[in-house]
């Protein structure tokens, strides 16, 4: 069964940066497949954070990241990243990995993704 690994969450000051990173346990990485950040925050829905597209190899971030976050895909070490810069307190949640069914269109599409990993913590204190 495939799982997503992530690591790289912790507690850090208003505008630290942190990297999150989503290893794919599976033996063959498969390249018709978007990958995804998503963000939960206490009594919130799970919210997109960023997406990469397998299609066209560009990613895509929400509104509330652009600019300080920057996702990044690695196909020879299997691993999906998420570089945070200048974090705020609004970006505290559990932060998740995902992976989308194979050849998905819309990377921002949440209904896609039935892979997710287990979620790591960032905490960024007000």
């Known amino acids: 069964q495939e799982q997503l690994v992530e690591s790289g969450g912790g507690l850090v000051q208003a505008g630290d940066s942190l990297r999150l990173s989503c290893a794919n346990l599976?033996?063959?990485?498969?390249?018709?497949?978007?990958m995804a950040w998503f963000r939960q925050a206490p009594g919130n829905e799970r919210e997109l954070v960023g997406c990469w597209r397998w299609r066209n190899q560009l990613s895509y971030y929400s509104n509330a990241v652009k600019g300080r976050f920057t996702i990044a895909r690695d196909y020879a070490k299997n691993t999906f990243t998420l570089q945070m810069n200048n974090l705020k307190p609004d970006d505290t949640a559990v932060y998740y990995c995902?992976?989308?069914?194979?050849?998905?269109?819309?990377?921002?599409?949440?209904?896609?993704?039935?892979?997710w990993g287990q979620g790591t913590q960032v905490t960024v204190p007000s």
């Open positions: 995902a992976k989308s069914r194979e050849y998905a269109e819309d990377c921002t599409n949440r209904r896609d993704y039935f892979t």
């Open positions: 599976r033996r063959s990485p498969g390249s018709g497949y978007n």
